[in-house]
T-cell receptor, first 116, second 111 residues
Framework: KAGVTQTPRYLIKTRGQQVTLSCSPI?????VSWYQQTPGQGLQFLFE???????NKGNFPGRFSGRQFSNSRSEMNVSTLELGDSALYLC???????????????FGPGTRLTVL | GENVEQHPSTLSVQEGDSAVIKCTYS??????FPWYKQELGKRPQLIID?????GEKKDQRIAVTLNKTAKHFSLHITETQPEDSAVYFC??????????FGKGTRLHILP
């Protein structure tokens, strides 16, 4: 079974631009979560989608948005990019919603975004 | 508020010695506690997890202990080897189904 895939793997943008990142979960997984990873802040939760609905959202500004399609593939979008958005963006999939009685999350390789 | 604290942020141990990383959480509803290992340039990968109905789980050289009363859980690595060098993250799912990760522990195994 193929793992979680993310595209593109690397991206360079300039301030003010917008970007769309894509994540394809493991086949059969319906939950997709997005995380931002930076050296100083570790792994920070962005949002989680389950069956095309955003179930949870972290403490990020409205410039960060996402969606999930009927095939469970997910995209996240960042508008009006800022220098501080430079980070590794990871998505993770699991069978159901990550939670107190959760299933394991499996991470993708990440998209490294650099904002100049 | 929602919080998962992880200590230490950096840990250096001699090869063959043991390493212990501790996390504390605030949400009493949490009952699933995974640990992830992230090697340089790679994705986080689950190495062990524990559910609240047990106090300890072991998998070869790796073990996790959970103290629900004190709200902390620890990762124990025995007989450390060079390939154990990585960043380790604990995570605490919360009652509203979010997952909060600790800030990570950078483990260095010294020759």
């Amino acid at each position: 079974k193929a793992g979680v895939t993310q595209t593109p793997r690397y991206l360079i943008k300039t301030r003010g631009q917008q970007v769309t990142l894509s994540c394809s979960p493991i086949s059969g997984h319906r939950s997709v979560s997005w995380y931002q990873q930076t050296p100083g802040q570790g792994l920070q939760f962005l949002f989680e989608y389950f069956s095309e609905t955003q179930r949870n959202k972290g403490n990020f500004p409205g410039r960060f948005s996402g969606r999930q399609f009927s095939n469970s593939r997910s995209e996240m979008n960042v508008s009006t990019l800022e220098l501080g958005d430079s980070a590794l963006y990871l998505c993770a999939s699991s069978l159901e919603v990550p939670g107190p009685s959760t299933d394991t999350q499996y991470f993708g390789p990440g998209t490294r975004l650099t904002v100049l | 508020g929602e919080n998962v604290e992880q200590h230490p942020s950096t840990l250096s141990v001699q090869e063959g010695d043991s390493a212990v990383i501790k996390c504390t959480y605030s949400d009493s509803a949490s009952n699933y506690f995974p640990w992830y290992k992230q090697e340089l340039g790679k994705r986080p990968q689950l190495i062990i997890d524990i559910r609240s109905n047990v106090g300890e789980k072991k998998d070869q050289r790796i073990a996790v202990t959970l103290n629900k009363t004190a709200k902390h859980f620890s990762l124990h690595i025995t007989e450390t080897q060079p390939e154990d060098s990585a960043v380790y993250f604990c995570a605490g799912p919360l009652g509203d189904d979010k997952i909060i990760f600790g800030k990570g522990t950078r483990l260095h195994i010294l020759p």
